[in-house]
């Protein structure tokens, strides 16, 4: 689809026309754009952001190797060939300027401190955090058409056809691309230990590898690339590195968590589950806190209620059941549900593999808030108690952050007198 951006020159705007990254790169370099600048650093800063950061360990040096990148990038702008993915210049960029900086304090220390805190991690820890570390090894050891495939399909969450086109390949050839690249780094997984399935190899890479970065260093970013450019000579930033933070964050895999699948469609969307909630007005539904449903009453009570709605829900889950997914759904979020389906490795079976071992970490759950947003829509605040957070101790690396996840809230809407699941309240709606 193409984009258009209004770009201020002068004492007019005019319109341009931007229908690819190198289009952006290209009125960068010709104009000094700052506003294509933008919508480029917009566009990739948190692939770029999260590279660099489970190379480093350190939010603080994941920052500056960013600025460093588009630094880079403000430079070269000019210089880039006509083909060049950009997606894949930014990360190998990103891992070459990692690598110099660990390198710098000693790459094995870095890795032998990994390794301790992988092998003192809690025996409950999942998938992911055992993939996470040897992630970006694992990318180095593709070539680089296989790397481009990888990133392009799960990195950024495109779909084949996009894959294809910016291969130059057939929808077909791009699948067959993908799929050989998946198993490559699942062999490389497997040589190191790390058991897990093609397919949900690809949910946990689609679903945790690349996460928001600050607020704030966008714009970090674009004025210093700016600055720079502006004098002619665009001075690389100086990477200062007294001592890697013994930092490892867990990131927890929670592909298809909480609202199952629901969840997993919204991965873009970081829940940090502190929102303030209006408590419920004296409009239906009444009930805005509610009694806590223990693992062995999730049972399917219908859509009759918003309370009714949230048990079936939970059941659908545990069972595993995904017709019972889609009668669930409101309309629009069955046609996200079903385009979901199409992008999944293997269909149907990825999905409801991942709803099912999710949930059975559910104990119980209990509605702690109801927001009415209008007569026939609702947001629900859901508390899910989580088995996990009663193996592990409130000071253990993944605590925090699957504490969040435990709370959720799920937007509701009436349809028929019955009430269906239509994202999280923040989802964009289509």
């Not at 790169?25 to 489970?54: G, K, M, P, W």
């Not at 890697?244 to 199952?260: E, P």
């Not at 859901?382 to 193996?391: E, F, I, N, S, W």
């Amino acid at each position: 689809m193409k984009k258009f951006c209004r770009i201020s020159r002068g004492g007019g705007d005019i319109l341009l026309k931007m229908t690819s990254d190198l289009d952006l790169l290209r009125q960068f370099a010709l104009e000094n754009s700052q506003d294509a600048f933008t919508e480029i650093v917009r566009r990739h800063l948190n692939l770029v952001y999260s590279a660099a950061l489970r190379q480093v360990r350190s939010p603080q040096l994941a920052e500056e190797i960013a600025q460093s990148v588009f630094a880079d990038l403000a430079r070269d702008a000019g210089r880039l060939k006509p083909d060049t993915i950009l997606t894949a210049w930014l990360y190998s960029v990103t891992r070459r300027t990692a690598i110099d900086l660990i390198r710098k304090e000693s790459r094995r220390q870095l890795r032998e401190q990994i390794a301790v805190e992988m092998n003192n991690m809690n025996a409950t820890a999942n998938d992911w955090t055992q993939i996470e570390p040897l992630l970006d090894d694992a990318m180095a050891a593709l070539d680089e058409t296989d790397r481009a495939a990888i990133l392009l399909r799960y990195f950024e969450n495109k779909n084949l056809r996009e894959v294809g086109e910016s291969l130059k390949i057939s929808d077909d050839a791009a699948q067959k691309r993908v799929s050989r690249a998946v198993e490559k780094l699942r062999d490389f997984f497997s040589k190191r230990k790390v058991t897990i399935g093609a397919s949900g190899l690809a949910v946990l890479i689609s679903a945790n590898a690349v996460q928001a970065a600050p607020a704030s260093l966008a714009a970090a970013i674009t004025g210093k690339a700016l600055a720079t450019t502006t004098t002619v000579t665009v001075t690389k930033a100086i990477i200062i590195m007294t001592t890697l933070q013994k930092t490892f964050l867990i990131a927890s895999v929670g592909v298809l968590a909480g609202a199952g699948i629901y969840e997993a469609i919204h991965l873009a969307q970081k829940q940090t589950g502190t929102q303030t909630v209006t408590k419920v007005s004296s409009q239906e539904p009444t009930n805005s806190t509610g009694d806590y449903v223990s693992r062995e009453h999730f049972a399917f009570a219908g859509y009759a209620t918003p309370e009714s709605t949230i048990k079936s829900l939970f059941w659908i889950q545990s069972q595993g059941d995904f017709k019972a997914t889609l009668e669930s759904a409101s309309p629009r979020f069955r046609a996200i549900l079903e385009q979901a389906v199409k992008a999944a490795p293997n269909g149907e079976s990825t999905i409801v593999n991942s709803i099912v071992a999710e949930s059975k970490n559910f104990l119980g759950y209990r509605i702690t808030d109801v927001k009415n947003i209008s007569d026939d829509k609702i947001v629900v605040s859901v508390l899910v108690d989580d088995a996990r957070l009663k193996q592990i101790g409130a000071d253990d690396k993944g605590y925090n952050a699957l504490m969040a996840k435990s709370q959720k809230q799920w937007q509701l809407i009436r349809i028929n007198s019955e009430w269906k699941y239509d994202g999280a309240p923040d989802s964009p709606r289509q």
